[in-house]
């Protein structure tokens, strides 16, 4: 089986208090935050943020497939994992397959990716919304997560190896949604801790005996469901010392549905010894388990910034905003006119560019360009550019402004020209920042989001971002 060789999380920058639940509707509140994704966030995006921090850490080794996972897609009846395919800048040969519409799909994209036999990229990302005042909105949490499984080389080594895997299905209906419906409706939970407990025990038994241990010599034990009393009941029937079984994030971050498995595994990795026992276990319309071995080359490729101090990072964002940006509460719009979707032709034709923010490089005199040109602005050579991809490429803030009259649903607009390290100057919008502390000179980073939404068309491109420590960046 392909092993671990890179991984990467992504939490969005805002958060919501749940009190400020209670102070709005009178209940519905409790302790902690949950993560917010932006307006100008989907799982499409996410899953582009968190499959970039996992890419980094192994820059000589290209997957050969993408296979991702969401229970909230940005498109049905259309590839999402094409666009992550192209924000990545992947070569056309790499596969992009879809594992949509239940939280179990995250298992599945890991399972597929260890079976594999080749380089293959999972990802998984999730937005959890439900109806003001419920449980799945107190409770849920927005995030995502990326691995690369692999057979490992020299310079990306297996970080950590499966032991041993065991699955268990059953069909019986607990939690759902149809296409359409905002929110999903669930039965009792008691009735889920029946329905999943003696699963969860079969199969974390047959993990165990496969990897020949005992609970007690697992270093960390994860478990990820919708269901709090189901989860309880699987981590006792793990038999792990208690000191196995750390944060679940749900106070912090809230239940990442699709992600949260791989959330936890990616805080795991971030922490782990060589040869710690990791133990997976995902209760979602059935039970699936995977214990991992760390490797020592851990201690030396984990991923740039840990999750612990993603969940610091952060701002705070008001429950009527966040209402809006999940589409409970509509308010009035600029009077300007309505966005346009854009036209399919032309987005084609420039997908290096929209999807992947690759400029040109003039080979002439050196001078590079965004957008790409054929025509150097410099020295007038025709066609002899050579393609540079600036995603990952920091910049500087040269000048700014602040537009209050624009289409937005997080009004104001600012919009700064950014100038590139090596050269380049840009003009594009910011995004996770407060106006008032933006500043000529601040350095930012390119983040892959979704511009708008027009006539049921995405607009992704690429907007600058602070660069702040808890960006996975």
């Known amino acids: ?99 949509l519409g239940s939280i179990r799909s995250g298992a599945g994209v890991m399972r597929a990716a260890m079976d594999a036999g080749r380089p293959t990229l999972a990802v998984m990302a999730d937005i959890r919304t439900g109806l003001p005042g419920g449980a799945d909105e107190r409770e849920g949490g927005d995030g995502a997560a990326a691995f ?22 059953a069909e019986f209906l607990e939690r759902w949604r149809v296409p359409g419906e905002p929110a999903s409706r669930q039965w009792e939970e008691r009735f889920g801790e029946h329905a999943y407990g003696p699963l969860a025990e079969a199969a974390i038994a047959s993990a165990l005996k496969q990897a020949g241990v005992t609970g007690s010599e697992l270093a960390t034990v994860i478990v990820a469901g919708p269901h709090g009393r ?14 196995a079984l750390g944060d679940d994030l749900t106070g912090t971050v809230g239940n990442t549905g699709t992600a949260h498995a791989g959330l936890l595994l990616a805080d795991a990795l971030d922490r782990a010894q060589a040869d710690d026992l990791i133990m997976v276990v995902s209760l979602a319309d059935g039970c699936d388990v995977t214990i991992w071995k760390a490797t020592a080359p851990l201690a030396t490729h984990r991923q740039r910034v840990p999750v612990t101090d993603q969940v610091k990072a952060g701002g705070k964002v008001a429950y009527a905003t966040f209402l809006t940006w999940r589409g ?56 002899r550019m050579a393609a540079e991809r600036m995603a990952d490429v920091p910049a500087t803030i040269a000048t700014y402004t602040v537009d209050r009259l624009a289409y937005s649903l997080s009004p104001p607009v600012v919009v700064g020209v950014l100038d590139f390290e090596g050269g380049g100057r840009f003009t594009c919008e910011l995004t996770d920042v407060d106006p008032a502390a933006v500043k000529i000179g601040n350095r930012v980073e390119m983040t892959f989001r979704r511009l708008m939404t027009a006539h049921d068309v995405h607009n992704y491109f690429w907007k600058a971002r602070p660069v702040r420590s808890g960006n996975n960046s």
């Open 230 to 243: 189901a989860n309880r009941r699987a981590a006792a029937a793990a038999g792990a010392k208690a000191t």
């Open 1 to 99: 089986m392909n092993g671990i060789v890179t991984y990467g999380a992504y939490l969005p920058y805002f958060r919501l208090d749940r009190k400020a639940i209670g102070e709005a509707l009178g209940s519905g509140g409790g302790k902690g935050t949950r993560v917010v994704a932006s307006y100008d966030e989907d799982t499409t995006s996410m899953g582009v943020e968190a499959a970039r921090a996992a890419l980094r850490g192994a820059p000589t080794l290209a997957p050969s497939a993408i296979y991702f996972a969401t229970a909230e897609p940005a498109y049905l009846d259309k590839t999402n994992a094409t666009a992550i395919h192209a924000a990545l800048a992947l070569d056309d040969s790499v596969m992009a397959y879809d594992m």
């Open 148 to 169: 690369l499984l692999a057979g490992g080389d020299a310079q990306s080594p297996v970080l950590a190896e499966p032991v041993a895997s065991a699955s268990v299905t």
């Open 328 to 383: 409970f509460l509509r308010r009035e719009p600029p009077r300007r006119p309505d966005p346009q979707a854009p036209a399919a032709p032309p987005a084609f034709r420039a997908e290096a560019w929209k999807f992947g923010f690759t400029g040109s490089r003039c080979q002439a005199c050196g001078t590079r360009h965004l957008p790409p040109t054929r025509v150097c602005l410099k020295c007038r050579a025709v066609d």
